[in-house]
T-cell receptor, first 109, second 113 residues
Framework: QKEVEQNSGPLSVPEGAIASLNCTYS??????FFWYRQYSGKSPELIMF????GDKEDGRFTAQLNKASQYVSLLIRDSQPSDSATYLC?????????FGAGTRLAVHP | KAGVTQTPRYLIKTRGQQVTLSCSPI?????VSWYQQTPGQGLQFLFE???????NKGNFPGRFSGRQFSNSRSEMNVSTLELGDSALYLC????????????FGPGTRLTVL
């Protein structure tokens, strides 16, 4: 079992819709969770982080964390074609940060 | 604050050669991690340095090595290059522990011919 799992996609959504990206992790000691966006040929860019159970909103992005279910998600509202990228989920514990393989999101006009 | 910088940005080498990549973290960040990214394998963790000491290591052969200097700048070295080493090598820095956000540099694109 991989430590951080994501559906590889592609997840295809129409412009203006909500994109929902999911991630599960296996290490219950993980305390911090991050979402990165990576455009093709570029390096990952941090877009959200969350430490506590519940929701955290930043503009069009909402991160959700459920530690009991070991589940993290990222919602992107009003999806735009410029949101088309690979989204990487990462879980951090003591001296360890583990990345998932990423979910490719395609937003079509 | 300036971001993470990596040099060189692009590199072409031939099999059997060795290569050294450099990373300068964000000012004040003491942790530097290195990753290899290929289309087939995704983001693979190489190693992490904190205060000049290797704190974590991924599952890579001994041909891959690194070090960190007292100013937190880091280098990674790959000896006896193989075709499969062609990849984007990413460096990331953070203040200290894994609870902190980690920021990536632009990467070094290595091509081995």
């Amino acid at each position: 079992q991989k430590e951080v799992e994501q559906n590889s996609g592609p997840l295809s959504v129409p412009e203006g819709a909500i994109a929902s990206l999911n991630c599960t992790y296996s290490d219950r000691g993980s305390q911090s969770f991050f979402w990165y966006r990576q455009y093709s040929g570029k390096s990952p860019e941090l877009i959200m982080f969350i430490y506590s159970n519940g929701d955290k909103e930043d503009g069009r992005f909402t991160a959700q964390l459920n530690k009991a279910s070991q589940y993290v998600s990222l919602l992107i509202r009003d999806s735009q074609p410029s949101d088309s990228a690979t989204y990487l989920c990462a879980a951090g514990g003591y001296n360890k940060l583990i990345f998932g393989a990423g979910t490719r999101l395609a937003v079509h006009p | 604050k300036a971001g993470v910088t990596q040099t060189p940005r692009y590199l072409i080498k031939t099999r059997g050669q060795q290569v050294t990549l450099s990373c300068s973290p964000i000012s004040g960040h003491r942790s530097v991690s290195w990753y290899q990214q290929t289309p087939g394998q995704g983001l693979q963790f190489l190693f992490e340095y904190f205060s000049e000491t290797q704190r974590n290591k991924g599952n890579f052969p001994g041909r891959f090595s690194g070090r960190q200097f007292s100013n937190s700048r880091s280098e990674m070295n790959v000896s006896t290059l193989e075709l499969g080493d062609s990849a984007l090598y990413l460096c990331a820095s953070r203040p200290g522990s894994s609870y902190n956000e980690q920021f990536f540099g632009p990467g070094t694109r290595l091509t081995v011919l």
